[in-house]
């Protein structure tokens, strides 16, 4: 009943639209940049000589690689937060969770419920982010073997060389592996969520926090508080993208992610069942 | 409001699977950057040594002082290297020197001072000879012969510090050289080629450069290993910029790193050393 309903409203809000036309716009800007990049670089722009970049490294695979890569870590964390916080924030501002919590149900189930909601909404964001980043890579670039080289995007300290069928089961791991990444910020936007006044405020302060934690993890200064950081194994998906895949790399990261959204999800639960509904 | 059962229960499974999440990291074995030890070697076992001698910025930036020989001697003896790439030497007598404090065994091949300050090749038993360089390259190539006979051609590179453009000219031309020269044997390309790169990090904040030097490192490796990847930084404050590469396939590594605590107070690098096999030799 609350699934169905939860569900029910959450088509009518049309954020998971919104939220594609999003998607849909960064991809097509990615495609821009892309092809400028490209072409400077492979034409007479150039301006080292000697480079390994080249017409057959840039191809719709590395473009799907690059562009998924910053949806996952700039992007699909925003629309976490304005889930987080218009499922739980909003609707306590609003006073649907007080009309909700009149029925015979705990308000663990409801939690739990707009939970599922929340998670199934970012697999799924995840899913069309994957989807049309392919798409359009094949459509406007077309496929080919994939080439990652050290130090591009951090991707890896060696070559990697990976065939067409090689780069597409990567990529179909990445799946299930980013959603796990992105249930870190979104637990984070849960546990704000549950704290805030209204959706506005938790989505801002959320969105704010990752961002500010993200600059964190990314700058060599602080590189002593990465370990403490969920943002800092944000994207151990890139893992995957290897001739050998290191497993014990992949299950240790994502571990760390489960670990920090257990948490979160534990607090917020807390914040939720215990605090005072006006 | 009061808050109805359940919860509790559940908020201490989300605990738990947290600990447990966390006991699965920490249990981890935690990789600390490779450093080099000298330990006893096997006959076969190639011993190579790149040190960039000069001094740091705070001393002036200038090459091996004459109070740091013994230092650096002290250090060569107790590795009891094969093959030593040398940069930032002060003079060709200042070379001369250092060979005699080595011994009799030593051989060395200094490049001209055409390139800023001389660098050189040395090798305890073998030979060398010396192997004609394009002018435009800093680089100095020879040709070693082992004792056992085995050849390997020998490069110490110095590449730019103040100009990505310039290592990228610098080490695209000398892949070129080494590209064209049809030779038997084996290579290693040795030096501090200034690359300040962050592979498989985040970003350094130390140099603008890091994007275009990726370039020119991508580029360089190509059918070559860096023996030294995965090794911590080689010079201060906490930067790699030392190289040892290898043709493809041609040397197992068996040991690779900065040896830390060496350099003289006013140095910047630490030398690097690796432990090579040759394929096919066991």
Known sequence: MIARLEFLRLRRSRRPLLAIGALLFFLGMMLLGFYTYAQTETGGGASFRYTFENSSYFNGLTFSLYAFYFGCLLILPIFAATEAGTQLAGDSASGRLRLMLTRPVSRSRIFLWKLCVMLSTSAFLVGCLLAFSLSLGLIFVGWGDLDLYPGVLQMSARHQHLTQSQALLAFLLAWPAATISLLAPLSFSVLIATWAKNGVNAVGISVSAYLVLYVLAEIHFFKELRPWLFTSSMSYWRELFREEVNWGEVFEQGARLLGFSCLFLALALRRFRTREEL | ?282
């Open chain 2, 1 to 282: 409001m009061k808050s109805v059962g359940g919860g509790p229960g559940i908020e201490l499974l989300l605990l738990l699977a947290a600990a447990l999440c966390f006991c699965f990291v920490a249990a981890r074995r935690v990789s600390a950057p490779l450093t080099f030890e000298p330990v006893a070697r096997e006959a076969d076992v190639l011993r190579v040594v790149t040190w960039n001698l000069g001094t740091g910025v705070d001393a002036g930036t200038q090459g091996l002082r004459r109070e740091d020989m013994k230092r650096v001697v002290a250090v060569l003896m107790a590795l009891e290297p094969d093959l030593v790439f040398l940069q930032e030497l002060s003079s060709k007598g200042q070379l001369d020197r250092l060979r005699e404090r080595l011994g009799p065994d030593w051989q060395a091949s200094m490049s001209d001072s055409g390139h800023g300050r001389p660098m050189a090749v040395l090798a305890c038993g073998g030979s060398l000879s010396e192997l004609p360089t394009p002018e435009f390259i800093r680089a100095h190539a020879v040709e070693y012969r082992g004792s056992a006979g085995e050849l390997i051609t020998c490069v110490v590179v110095h590449a730019d510090a103040f100009s990505a453009q310039a290592r990228n000219q610098t080490l695209g031309e000398l892949s070129s050289y080494l590209d064209s020269r049809v030779v038997g044997g084996r290579t290693l390309i040795a030096g501090d080629m200034n690359l300040d790169l962050s592979i498989d990090q985040r970003g350094d904040l130390f140099s603008d450069d890091e994007y275009l030097d990726l370039e020119t490192y991508n580029y360089f490796a190509r059918g070559r290993m860096d023996v030294g990847l995965g090794a911590g930084s080689t010079a201060k404050p906490d930067r790699r910029l030392d190289y040892i590469f290898i043709g493809a396939g041609e040397f197992d590594v068996l040991m690779a790193g900065p040896w830390l605590g060496q350099r003289a107070a006013e140095m910047d690098h630490h030398p690097l050393v690796a432990d090579l096999r040759a394929t096919g030799t066991e």
